[in-house]
């Protein structure tokens, strides 16, 4: 939605998520407004690849100079909570729809690792807007299956 000269996004935020144990498999969050909900409810159980959302706009994925800049940013900051095997930042493409653009994706060597970040990084800003972050499958990441 536009909104004066700025585009509105919104979408939903991981509330809560900074409280996940890093050995817990299912952690109830409390949002408020709504009836607390578990992670697995919310597709959420901890896999090695996350999800960062929030953390840039079309405009910058789109200037070569600025994506460079972002990526070596992301995988500076997630390599200090464990090894990262990948990074992935869709593109938007002229005439195409590109799955996934404006997410970040991380895959990290191990679980404790994707569940460090996630720990970490949840609630953190980046570029003055807050990071919100979700697991992703495996499967669909290596398959680019974005959505």
Known sequence: MQLGDKK?????ASVGAKNIALN???VTLQVPGLMPTSMALLGGLPTEVLCLMNMVVLEEL???EEY???AEDVRG???????VKSIEIPRPVDGLEVPGTGKIFVEFMTLFDSQKA?????????????VVTK???PDAYHRRDFW
């Open 8 to 12: 509105l996004l919104v979408q939903r």
């Open 62 to 64: 789109l200037d070569d």
């Open 135 to 137: 697991y992703c499958d």
């Open 77 to 83: 900051e997630c390599s200090k909570y464990g090894q």
């Open 24 to 26: 817990q498999t299912l």
């Open 118 to 130: 996630m720990q970490a990084l949840t609630g953190r800003k980046f570029a003055n807007r807050m």
């Open 68 to 70: 460079e800049e972002i």
